[in-house]
Each structure stands twice: as C-alpha cells, then as structure tokens.
C-alpha cells in the first residue's frame, strides 16, 4: 500500500497505456480490464440475443417454420448459457472492476495479474463454447440446466466441449470473486469503514462470497457428468446405482445462489442511482445491507424448490417451501426502501433514473410471480410452463439487464468524460420497456392456460400471444443496437461532463475529473 | 396464419367451453383485470374471440386441481393488493416529488418502527398463506387407498400405460400427421394434443399413477387433474387423482427430454364406470387376440406391410421415413453395414431387443411385440434399396426372448432378394 501512494509523479509516463493492441493483452488497468469485460458482455448480448431472435421467429406461429426441433433445443440452451455465463456475469464483473477502487479509493484492484487472467480466460472459454454449434451432432441440447441423463447417456459428442468451457468460465468467475474479496478486504481508503462502503460495493462482496461457495459445486457437477460419459462411471445414472435426481440437488444448490449472483449487484446499482435523482439519501442503508445478506444466506437453503415435482418426500417440499417464501421478506424490505428513498424527494428523470425505475417496479412483478411459484401445490401447475419463463426473465431483463443499462448510463459520463445523448438514450429506454413487456408480460398467460416450456411447437390455442411475445421480443432486440449506437457516440465525443454530472450523486468516485485518468487515487483519498 | 387456423379455433373454443361450465366470478374479474393486454393487442389479430385469450390456469376437474386454483387466486390476489399499494406510492411520488415541480427534497432516513412494520407484516402474510398450502400439500402427497393404480413409463417420445394387474398395457403416441406440423395442411383443433391411443380412466375412483421412465427424465401433466409428476428412471414416483367429470382432458409432458419433446402429449379419455368396466374388457380381449397372432403364418409381404407401419410409427422419428436418420445422433439404416451384412442378423436383432447404452437407441423388447419387432427388421432390411431378402420371423423373436440369443429358425427359408418397389418407398 505505502509502495503505491509515494510513488506518483514518477509512474505517470511509465505507466500509461501501452501504444496498439497489447495494451489490450497485458494490461493490469482496473478500467482497461474493465471496459474489455464489458466488451466481451456485450458481444454475448447480441450472441444469446441472435439465438433469442431465433426462438421467437420459431415461435411466432404454431407449426415447423424455420429450424428443426433438434436446432431448437440447441438455441434454447446456448441462449440461457451464453446470456447467463456470457452476458450478465462479466457485465457486472466489468462494473465492479471500473468502480469497485474508484469507490473505495483504491489505486487499483488487489491482484492485477490475475485480473487480466481471469478476463482473457472468457473469450476462450465463450468461443469453444458457441463452437460446439459446429460441430457434427450440433451444441449443447438439454437447456441451460442440463439435466442428466439427457446431458451424459443421451448427450451429443459436443458436450465435452461444454463440460470444458463451464471450467473455464468457473474458474475465471472464481479468480474475479477472489480478487473482488481481497480488493474491498484490503484497499479501501483509511476511514472507509465497512459500514461506509457504498452499497454497489456491498452486493459484490455477498456476491463475490457467493460466486466462491457455488461455482466449485459446478465444477463438480459438470466433472461428474464428464467421467459418466468418459469413464464409466454412475454417479447419474440409476442402472448403475447411480442417481438423475443427485443431478438436479447439485445444480441447484448452484443455480439458486447463482440467481442471486445476478441480481445482488443490480440492487446495488439502482440503491447507488435512486438516491442520486431522487436527491435525498437512501432511506435504509443499514436495513439494505442486512436485507442483501439474508437474502444471500437463504439462497442456500431454497434449492428444492426447483424440484417440486420430482418426488422428494412431503417433509422436505415443505421445509422447501417455506424457506423459499421467507426470501419475500427481505426482498420486500429492499423495495419499501427503494419507494421510501424516492418518497418525498425531489426527483429528475434522466436514463439512468428511468432505468432504475423500471428496475424497482418490473422486478417487483418477477417477485410476485416467484412469490407464487414458492406456493409448492400451485407449482404443480406453474413448474416448467411459460409462468417461469415469464418470471424469471421478469426478473432477469429488467432486474440484471435494466441495472447494468442504468449502471453504464449513470458512470460512462465518468469513462468518456462526455454526456451520452440524453434523447436517444430515452428511446433505448422506452422502446426497451415496451419491448420486454410486450415479450414477457403475455408469457404469463400462455403459461397458465398451459403451455410447457422448451418447446419448438405448441397447440393452436396459444397462437396469438406467442405471436405479440415474438413481436415485442423482435422490438426489443433490435433496440440493442441503438444501444450500442449511442455508447460509440458517447466514447466519440459529446458535450463535455463535469466531474460530479448527476447534482444528487454521491460517492468518491465522482470526486476525480472526467473522465477518470488511467491511474486513480494513488494517494489515498480522505473519507469523512 | 389467422386465416389458416380458425376454423380450428372455434373447435378449440367449444371444447374449452364444455369443460369448464362453470367458469367462477374470479376468473372473469381477472378477465377483466388483464383485459388491457387483449385491448392492446387486440389489434394485431382481428376477429378472435375473447375465449381465445385463455390467460388463466385452468379450475379442472378434481378437489385438488381446485383447492390449487384457488391458492393459486388467493396468493394473486395477495400480489395485486400489494403492487397496487407499493406501486401506488411509488407513482404518487413520480407524480408529485419531482424537481420540476419545485418539489424540495427531504433528508428523512432511517425509521425502526417502520422497518419493523414492513418486515413484520409480510412475514404474518406468509404464515397466513402457508396454512392452506400446506394442506393442499398433504392431500395432494395421499396415495392410500386407491381403486385404480396404473404405471406410467415415459419413453423418447411417447408414454406407455401400465393397468397394473389388469394384464393391460399400451403406448400412446402423437397421432397429429407430419404434414400439419410441416404447414402443408390445415392444423386440427387439437393440433399436437392428439394421440393414438389415450389413456381411459373411470370417473370418480381413486386413481393412483406410479410414474418412470425408461430413459431421459420426463414429467406427466394434465393440467385440468393437476398432476404433474416428473417420470425419472430407476424411480417410481406416485401421485392420484380423483377425477369428477367424464370428457377427453389433454395435457403435455413438461420436462425437457430431447429432439421431439414438444411432441408427446398425454390424452385421458375419463368415462363412466360401467363404460370403463366394458372398455377394459375388450382390452383384455385384444390383448389375448393379439398373443393369438404370433401363431399365425407370417409371409414376406406381410411381415413388410406391418414392419413399415411399425418403422414410420416407432423407429421414423429418429431414423427418418427414408432411413437415412440424422447422423451422428440418428444413425442411417439405409445402406448400413449391420442392416445389410447377412451375418449380422443377429446383431440387428440384439439392437433392437435391448438397445445400445448411452445412445438414443432404446430397447423395444417391452415396447413392440415378437411379430411386430420380426416385421420391423425385415423392413429395415429389405426397404430403401437394402434388399437382402431376409426375413426375420415372430418365432425367432419368440426364440430369442426365451434363449436370450438369436437362432435362425430352419424353417426360415430367406427368399429370392425381394423388391416391392411401392413398400420400400423406392
């Protein structure tokens, strides 16, 4: 740390940015490795976005259209992997390498090699991963959850590809975990107490914890189906003693806690965001940083309740069931803060805000619907229809993606050091909101009234709102682009940002210039 | 598309109507309620009826389908009074507290009697939701005391039907034709929720289903019952149901289980018990008529003409009606070495008696007969170009299925290569 503060004026000129493409390959810069992350995110938003495309123009009328069902499975699964293994994940992991220092005061993330590692292992990983579309028998087939048998005895030759790139991917989710932890742990600037830390940091510690504790669950579920496919082993496969529902207990008691890996830091944002343009500080600090724990500590105990319908004995669906359902407390008292810190205020509705907004009441709604699945009898009706697809992509679309939206709208000021266009970035956002309802809200429906998930075809009485879904689905993809459109504008140039352009904002990060110089707080920076 | 399907939607809408008489008071509030989204979309697709906007979960037909439906209105309901009281403050503020207004922020945070309050109070709704769910619960978990038990096997992409002690047993497969699925022809109104066979249950016993599978994970549900129980293999899971009203209720497998999930609809044609006493018998009937025909004399064009109705049935799924499948997954028959090499007759039927580990290849030694596996590779061996002139009969299968390998019966003369150009599809 003391090497670090006393050093500054000389490290300017050696360490700036390297000239051409290995500043991109070596670097150990928060913000380069930061904005490579990004990147990387959003090149895999419009990949698993393509695949959504797909699914939806299928799944415009009823009847074969344009892929075969074997292809169909195919982009459902590559779909739900690369959006959550390739989008959202890196997505926040990039926001916390750009903000986590700048938030703390610190001059840089604590492991910096390892950093660049873990974000140069991605690439790799996400292009074995799409490869295996190419390759004879096709991609990954069984859904994202990939349940065995039909992952190891009935899987196509691609999935030790698969099973390889969920290795990579896990071990560089557990490099940025570790790195966060020691970063925050370690770095943060003298007076920056824990309990002073602003939220965005707190979600990614839980989170960093999280990712830690699961990812190596993973792992072994994946090595497991490796030797069964390889080696000969049972471990899933009950005519030699082995056990498909062993599968299903493993990949949940990742998967939920991996739910909230991608929900936790969006929660953050927007208690970062919501105070900001409602210029009054967030009502429960406290109460919040609690809430997020205990929502982390009950994502361990819920995992069953992906598996109403398999059987487990009475006492535990219950004991499932009620655990579940206790998570609406917590999350309850993270909305009544939210509404409380908007309460009263004097508020402004730039993107950033709306997004935030957007967030607060459409991943309310994702609650509710989980709320109802947590209801064991009734998921004997909701578990596997288009009610879970609805819910959880309610929660998924606006509450990861509209966070990270928010967060990119609310900081890029700080990275380009210009003012997005405010008017194009409304569109974004309206055209987005319209979007993802008109997808998602008619799911609700088709799901009651019957419609199994994970289908290239369906009866005719769900033809209608599987036709409004794929157009508000078109909608929404095709917004993305301007997007991108307006982020390049951004970078390019645009009027000039002040270093604090959001009046109500808070934090030390928007006490350095704008944009933020390639080296920040070198000095530790004082914390009242 | 609208004008393609309907007539098919008017079906569809009768059949609905039919089974659910008596549609409540809830379910139109809830129409009405959502009736924003039909008024929106409403646009798009001009002359549908509001019944085809089915956005509820159905009532069914049973005590436990409707003590569901009704947690599953409560807990709604429950949603829409909180959104509506949470949302409503959040609007009121974006309305009212906001700068342009000349609204002065205020600096209040932090108050322990009102976190106390909104930590408290959905935790005593919860409790209040958990009492009936729970009982619902264990009702549903009862399979004592039940009149009618059947097995249910979920297979790669059909169900087969178990009567356990009855001697009964059938598969019950799609029976929607290809060509509608492909667009080339009108869709029935019960596109994809058709099968050849469904399976007929007596109203107003207790049924008990002992659900498995024989290979991928599967899950059984008929909505109208709500029973759905995952079919897994090596497990047997129970469930039951208890079912008020006779009339044909369809539902759909709901567990991801390969290329033609979205393919393997489950009917159950629910009748009175004297009809259902009547049917069983003629069951039993065909059944014992069916051992019968195994005896009988099976010539070259008859083991072809069964064998390519069993292949386009059973085996034309994966393997195509061409026999050329879909490598490397679906393997082609058509000019494949253990299809047209005579030595390996015996390997053919070893395949197809107990199937290939690890691949798709299931065994169909409990799913077809001996004269319908004998036909089925005398198919696969003569049709396409093959050839080879072999005939595999229902008696060497008959052999095999005692001696646990194959022999070729002497009195098996393989003919001259036979070719019937019109069968074989050339």
Known sequence: ?528 | MMLLHTPALFHSIAERASNMKSASKLKTLFFLRLGWLVGLTGTFVSGSALADWTVNMTEGVTAVSRSVYSLHMIIFLICVVIGVLVFGVMFYSILVHRKSKGAVPQQFHESTLVEVLWTTVPFLILVGMAIPATKTLIDIYNTDESEVDIKITGYQWKWQYEYVGEGVSFFSSLNTPREQIQNSRIKNPNYLLEVDEPLVLPVGKKVRFLVTAADVIHSWWVPAFAVKRDAIPGFINEAWTKIERPGIYRGQCAELCGKDHGFMPIVVDVRSEEDYAKWLVERKEAAAKERMILEEDWPMDRLMTTGKKVYEKTCAVCHQVNGQGMPPIFPALKGADLVVDKARVGDHVDILMNGIKGTAMQSFANQLNEAEIAAVITYERNAWGNNTGEMVTPKEILNYRKNGKYTPDPDNKTVTPFVNTKQAGL
């Open chain 1, 1 to 528: 740390m003391t090497a670090v503060t006393d050093t500054t004026h000389h490290d300017d000129h050696r360490h700036g940015p390297a000239k051409g493409l290995m500043r991109w390959v070596l670097t150990t810069n928060h913000k380069d490795i930061g904005s490579m992350y990004l990147w990387f995110s959003f090149a895999m938003f419009l990949t698993g976005g393509a695949m959504a495309m797909i699914i939806r123009a299928e799944l415009f009328q009823p009847g074969l259209q344009i892929v075969e069902p074997a292809f169909f499975n195919q982009m459902t699964t590559m779909h739900g992997l690369i959006m959550v293994f390739g989008a959202v994940m890196p997505a926040f992991v990039g926001l916390a390498n750009w903000m986590i220092p700048m938030m703390i005061g610190a001059p840089d993330m604590a492991l910096p090699r390892m950093n660049n590692w873990s974000f140069w292992i991605l690439p790799f990983a996400a292009v074995m991963l799409v490869s295996t579309l190419f390759m004879e028998g096709g991609g990954p087939n069984f859904g994202w959850t990939f349940y065995a048998p039909l992952s190891t005895d009935f899987a196509p030759p691609s999935t030790t590809f698969f099973i390889f790139a969920i290795h990579m991917l896990g071990i560089s989710s557990i490099m940025g975990a570790i790195n966060i932890i020691a970063t925050i742990l370690n770095l943060r600037a003298p007076g920056m107490t824990m309990m002073k830390m602003p939220l965005f940091v707190w979600t990614w510690l839980i989170t960093a914890y999280l990712l830690i504790a699961v990812m190596p669950v993973l792992a072994g579920a994946v090595t497991m189906m490796l030797m069964d496919i390889h080696f000969g082993t049972s471990f899933f496969n009950a005519g030699g003693g082995g056990d498909p529902v062993l599968f299903q207990h493993i990949f949940w008691f990742f998967g939920h806690p991996e739910v909230y890996i991608m929900i936790l830091p969006s929660f953050g944002i927007v208690s970062a965001i919501l105070p900001a343009f409602a210029r009054k500080p967030l009502f429960g600090y406290t109460s919040m940083v609690y809430a997020v724990a205990s929502i982390a500590f009950l994502s361990f105990i819920v995992w069953a309740h992906h598996m109403f319908t398999v059987g487990i004995p009475l006492v535990g669906e219950l004991f499932f069931m009620y655990a579940t359902m206790l998570i609406a407390v917590p999350t309850g008292v993270k909305v009544f803060n939210w509404v409380s810190t908007m309460f009263r205020g004097s508020m402004t509705f730039e993107t950033p805000m709306l997004f935030s907004i957007a967030f607060v009441v459409l991943f309310t709604i994702g609650g509710f619907s989980g709320l109802m699945l947590s209801i064991a009898p009734a998921d004997f009706q909701y578990h596997d229809t288009y009610f879970v697809v609805a819910h959880f992509h309610y929660v998924l679309v606006p509450g990861a993606i509209f966070a990270i939206f928010a967060a990119t709208y609310y900081w890029l000021p700080k990275w380009t050091g210009h003012m997005y266009d405010e008017t194009l970035a409304k569109t974004h956002f309206w055209m987005s909101f319209i979007g993802m309802n008109l997808t998602f809200f008619p799911m609700h429906f088709i799901g009651l009234a019957g419609m199994p998930r994970r289908i290239p075809d369906y009866a005719l009485q769900f033809a209608d709102f599987n036709m409004i879904a794929s157009i508000g689905g078109f909608m929404f993809g095709v917004t993305q682009f301007l997007f991108l459109f307006i982020v390049i504008k951004c970078i390019k140039g645009g009027e000039k940002a002040e270093a604090k352009p959001w009046d109500g904002a808070d934090g030390l990060e928007w006490s350095l210039p704008s944009p933020a110089p390639y080296h920040t707080f070198t000095t530790p920076p004082d914390v009242k």
